[in-house]
């Protein structure tokens, strides 16, 4: 795709975005629908499935070729990256959506043939939306972002799952301890964002591809690391523990994981 036809959607998926937000906005002060999913801490709303439906329809329309992997299962079975594949979250942070109204994120990524080509991740309440890729630049809210500084581990704040963390998978408390302080979020869109803003320097959770789709995209553009906790590549199709973080931060963690 040449850069012009990106920039253009870009542009018209960032008018998606913000449609979706007002929505969204709109739907909360309605008496919300929640269900469980796998457990009492794995909620769903009906905000979210009719956001995806939303983001889905639009995406559609936008682009025709598209493959539409969305985490409640609004758009297509995708079995493989080869293509125009959108990998859509609507609501990350459900969880604080339901009990903070606040705090979530909306999330999209876009690969072409298995290359980060556009990723979007939308802070709802703050209206901060990140967005760009490779070809264009990461811009909030239009306005380009310089690449975060290459801060060691042991000089920035660190972000973490709060499962991890209490369970001390990979490391996790040594990680932490390492750090100048480990922040939990509850919304791996949000903390991704604090990771590219330069707030955090890294951020680690277990995730499936609808968590890091979008987050892999501008990381990648701002010269972040996103890897496997074990340094290896990620898989966009598969989940599991998914690293974020400055090249130097992503040394230290690989180090006290080994
Ligand atoms: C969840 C949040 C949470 C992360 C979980 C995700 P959801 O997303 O991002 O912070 O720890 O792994 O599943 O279910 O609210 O979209
Ligand atoms: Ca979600
Ligand atoms: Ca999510």
Same mark, same amino acid.
Do not use: C
């Given at each position: 795709? #040449?850069?012009?036809?990106?920039?253009?959607?870009?542009?018209?998926?960032?008018?998606?975005?913000?449609?979706?937000?007002?929505?969204?906005?709109?739907?909360? #002060? $309605?008496?919300?629908?929640?269900?469980?999913? $796998?457990?009492?801490? =794995?909620?769903? $709303?009906n905000?979210?499935?009719?956001?995806?439906?939303?983001?889905?329809?639009?995406?559609?329309?936008? =682009?025709s070729?598209?493959?539409?992997?969305?985490?409640? #299962?609004?758009?297509?079975?995708?079995?493989?990256?080869?293509?125009?594949?959108?990998?859509v979250?609507?609501?990350?942070?459900?969880?604080?959506?339901?009990?903070?109204r606040?705090?979530?994120?909306?999330?999209?990524?876009?690969?072409? &043939?298995?290359?980060?080509?556009? +990723?979007?991740?939308? &802070?709802?309440?703050?209206?901060?939306?990140?967005?760009?890729?490779?070809?264009?630049?990461?811009?909030?809210?239009?306005?380009?972002?310089?690449?975060?500084? =290459?801060?060691?581990?042991?000089?920035?704040?660190?972000?973490?799952?709060?499962?991890?963390?209490?369970?001390?998978r990979?490391?996790?408390?040594?990680?932490?301890?390492?750090?100048?302080?480990?922040?939990?979020?509850?919304?791996?869109?949000?903390?991704?964002?604090?990771?590219?803003?330069?707030?955090?320097?890294?951020?680690?959770?277990?995730?499936?591809?609808w968590?890091?789709?979008?987050?892999?995209v501008?990381?990648? $553009?701002?010269?972040?690391?996103?890897?496997?906790?074990?340094g290896?590549?990620?898989?966009?199709?598969?989940s +599991?523990?998914?690293?974020i973080?400055?090249?130097?931060?992503?040394?230290?963690?690989?180090?006290?994981?080994?």
């Amino acid at each position: 795709m #040449g850069n012009k036809a990106l920039q253009q959607l870009n542009d018209a998926v960032q008018v998606v975005l913000q449609r979706a937000r007002q929505q969204v906005l709109a739907q909360m #002060g $309605t008496q919300l629908t929640v269900a469980e999913k $796998t457990s009492r801490k =794995d909620l769903v $709303t009906n905000v979210d499935k009719s956001n995806e439906h939303f983001l889905v329809h639009e995406l559609r329309r936008l =682009d025709s070729q598209a493959k539409i992997l969305g985490e409640e #299962g609004l758009g297509d079975t995708v079995t493989s990256m080869s293509g125009h594949v959108w990998i859509v979250d609507p609501i990350d942070g459900t969880m604080n959506f339901v009990h903070q109204r606040n705090h979530f994120a909306m999330m999209i990524g876009y690969y072409i &043939d298995g290359v980060p080509t556009l +990723g979007y991740i939308y &802070d709802v309440m703050a209206d901060r939306l990140f967005a760009g890729g490779p070809d264009l630049g990461v811009t909030v809210n239009g306005n380009p972002l310089p690449a975060p500084a =290459d801060l060691d581990l042991t000089d920035g704040l660190f972000g973490a799952s709060g499962p991890l963390l209490i369970h001390d998978r990979y490391q996790m408390q040594a990680i932490a301890h390492a750090s100048l302080g480990p922040r939990i979020m509850g919304s791996a869109g949000i903390q991704i964002s604090q990771v590219l803003a330069g707030e955090l320097v890294g951020y680690l959770s277990y995730l499936r591809p609808w968590d890091f789709a979008a987050g892999r995209v501008l990381a990648e $553009t701002l010269g972040l690391a996103v890897s496997q906790v074990d340094g290896e590549p990620v898989n966009m199709l598969s989940s +599991g523990a998914v690293l974020i973080a400055t090249k130097s931060a992503q040394r230290a963690i690989l180090t006290i994981v080994r």
